[in-house]
Nanobody, 122 residues
Framework: QVQLQESGPGLVKPSQTLSLTCAVS??????????WSWIRQPPGKGLEWITY???????HYAPSLKGRASISRDTPKNQFTLQLNSVTPEDTAVYYC??????????????WGQGNQVTVSS
């Protein structure tokens, strides 16, 4: 059973950098052909995909956040990290990490973390 666990701050000041880590257990982040994503949900809004890092280390970003978001991984620790620079109150959201599958039928997410509430406020 794969488990994902987010960790990071609950409160970040505007203009600072948000850093969240997702620790994965029950499976390796280098296993073919899984992708490891960050997704967020602002209050009262739908889910917004932010970025992924693939089993091979390739990365991809949502155009709206490209330039502010960065994803990296630590394979010995089996975890991956999101950094979001220059945060504003609009970045307030519940942040989730999830395992992404890409199949001929499309994209799906089969395992999720419990979510980390992040509030951007001075």
């Amino acid at each position: 059973q794969v488990q994902l666990q987010e960790s990071g701050p609950g409160l970040v000041k505007p203009s600072q950098t948000l850093s969240l880590t997702c620790a994965v257990s029950g499976g390796s982040i280098t296993t073919n052909y899984y992708y490891w994503s960050w997704i967020r949900q602002p209050p009262g809004k739908g889910l917004e995909w932010i970025t992924y890092i693939s089993y091979s280390g390739n990365t991809h970003y949502a155009p709206s956040l490209k330039g502010r978001a960065s994803i990296s991984r630590d394979t010995p620790k089996n975890q991956f990290t999101l950094q979001l620079n220059s945060v504003t109150p609009e970045d307030t959201a519940v942040y989730y990490c999830a395992r992404q599958l890409v199949t001929p039928g499309g994209i799906s997410y089969d395992y999720w973390g419990q979510g980390n509430q992040v509030t951007v406020s001075s």
